[in-house]
């Protein structure tokens, strides 16, 4: 069993920065791949990045590349999402996931959710 806590969100102006953190418990953190995913009111959750279990491959969303950041310090057992230049549009909840079978774009894929961080973007 993996327990997942997701923190750093809050309220930004556009063109602002935030660092969202994941702290992971439970099996062994190193084993598996990370993921963030995010979900805004009325619309189904989508990717927004994934790294791998050594952190030496990622990938990003169309919509967030050059903008986000992903990171993970297995040491600390956890996975950050830096987010610079942030739009009204990021505006979400933002969810990080584990998945023990590799790098995946679908959330269908990943066994263990966090409850949750909401990103507010004012424009």
């Known amino acids: 069993q993996v327990q997942l806590v997701e923190s750093g969100g809050g309220l930004v102006q556009a063109g602002g920065s935030l660092r969202l953190s994941c702290a992971a418990s439970g099996r062994t953190f190193s084993s598996y791949t990370m993921g963030w995913f995010r979900q805004a009111p009325g619309k189904e959750r989508e990717f927004v990045s994934t790294?791998?279990?050594?952190?030496?491959?990622?990938y990003y969303a169309d919509s967030v590349k050059g903008r986000f950041t992903i990171s993970r310090d297995n040491a600390k057992n956890t996975v950050y999402l830096k987010m610079n230049s942030l739009k009204p549009e990021d505006t979400a909840n933002y969810y990080c996931?584990?998945?023990?079978?590799?790098?995946?774009?679908?959330?269908?894929?990943?066994?263990?959710w966090g409850q949750g961080t909401q990103v507010t973007v004012s424009s």
């Open positions: 790294i791998s279990w050594s952190g030496a491959t990622t």
């Open positions: 996931a584990a998945d023990f079978r590799g790098l995946s774009r679908n959330p269908d894929d990943y066994d263990y």
